[in-house]
């Protein structure tokens, strides 16, 4: 399977789950808010490249464009880039919500109860 699109999906998974359950994922050293926006910029990126090779469809470059504006509203606030705000605010809701809607586009199972394991990645301390 494509490095890229397993990339991806990971990132995407990771999107999709409870803030409790992203804070698990990653290292302790990461900020996880930000973490979260950078790994969407990554896969954003990448989009392009994965529906040339028809590995997403239209709807999910969709998708991908509304994150995209919301992480981009969401970064206009300092607010928004904490803990606290990843569990209560309605802007990360959305971001779950949307990632959610690309998995199920791409039918994709995914337990939400589950930590999701992120293979692709390595992080340096």
């Known amino acids: ?22 804070k698990k994922a990653l290292p302790d050293f990461v900020d996880v808010a930000d973490e979260l926006a950078l790994m969407f910029d990554d896969l954003y990126a990448l989009s392009p490249q994965l529906y040339r090779a028809k590995l997403l469809p239209k709807e999910v470059l969709n998708y991908l464009d509304e994150l995209d ?5 969401m970064s206009a606030e300092s607010s928004f880039w904490n803990f606290d705000s990843m569990r209560h605010d309605k802007e990360w809701t959305k971001t779950r919500l ?17 930590v999701p394991v992120i293979t692709s990645t390595q992080w340096i301390k």
């Not at 504006?69 to 509203?73: G, S, T, V």
């Open 69 to 73: 504006e919301l992480f981009d509203k």
């Open 98 to 114: 949307f990632a959610k809607q690309i998995l199920a586009c791409l039918e994709i199972e995914w337990n939400p109860n589950i």
């Open 1 to 22: 399977m494509d490095r890229n699109f397993i990339f991806f999906i990971e990132g995407i998974c990771l999107l999709a789950c409870s803030p409790e359950l992203q």
